[in-house]
Antibody, heavy 124, light 112 residues
């Protein structure tokens, strides 16, 4: 059974860096693709970034210059860092596993397992 | 504004059939990228409901079905039950300048 669990500070000051970790059990992070997705309070979902099994990454242009996604295979974890945060970055942050059919086509990517989410508030 | 447009709310009585639309454009659904659907119960994480336009993951009742045509997709729920009351989101890929995976704004289903 695949399980994901986000962890990190729930409160970050404006202009500082938001740091979150996703711990995965039931699947090797080296064998799949992984994502960070966020949901501002009362709003919809926004894809932030992917990290692939070869360590390569892809980011949403809306946050690209501020985001770093990385993986620690020894701990079966992957992480998100978002710099220079503002109140607009206040959201529930989810980590998720990316799934795709045998074609591996990016146009078919979907998110089949999600963490419970963690609320990060940006405030002084 | 979301790239994929969903109605903010739909409602139906127990036992009825409801549909939720997801309207995109030629850079996403119309480009034949797959559409996926998620159910989000209050206070919980989204759960995969439909993938690859029409496929149900193991454990999802066959009351839930997906379809796609042109630049739109739909989620149909038959035999509506009280526990179906939730938010529903569609998701696809967009090949415009942003080139990202995108979600609809979400639809709140109320079971009357």
């Amino acid at each position: 059974q695949v399980q994901l669990q986000e962890s990190g500070p729930g409160l970050v000051k404006p202009s500082e860096t938001l740091s979150l970790t996703c711990t995965v059990s039931g699947a090797s992070i080296s064998s799949y693709y992984w994502s960070w997705i966020r949901q501002p309070p009362g709003k919809g979902l926004e894809w932030i970034a992917n990290i692939y099994d070869n360590g390569s990454t892809k980011h949403n242009p809306s946050v690209k210059s501020r985001v770093t996604i990385s993986a620690d295979t020894s701990k079966n974890q992957f992480s998100l860092k978002l710099s220079s945060v503002t109140a607009a970055d206040t959201a529930v942050y989810y980590c998720a596993r990316v799934s795709v059919d045998s074609s591996g086509w990016y146009g078919a990517f979907y998110f089949d397992h999600w963490g419970q989410g963690t609320l990060v508030t940006v405030s002084s | 504004q979301s790239v994929l447009t969903q109605p903010p709310s739909v409602s139906g009585a127990p036992g009825q059939r409801v549909t939720i639309s997801c309207t995109g454009s030629s850079s996403n659904i119309g480009a034949d990228y797959h559409v996926h659907w998620y159910q989000q119960l209050p206070g919980t994480a989204p759960k995969l409901l439909i993938y690859g336009d029409t496929n149900r993951p193991s454990g999802v009742p066959d009351r839930f079905s997906g379809s796609k045509s042109g630049t739109s997709a739909s989620l149909a729920i038959t035999g509506l039950q009280a526990e179906d009351e939730a938010y529903y989101f569609c998701q696809s890929y967009d090949n415009s300048l942003s080139a990202t995976w995108v979600f609809g704004g979400g639809t709140k289903l109320t079971v009357l």
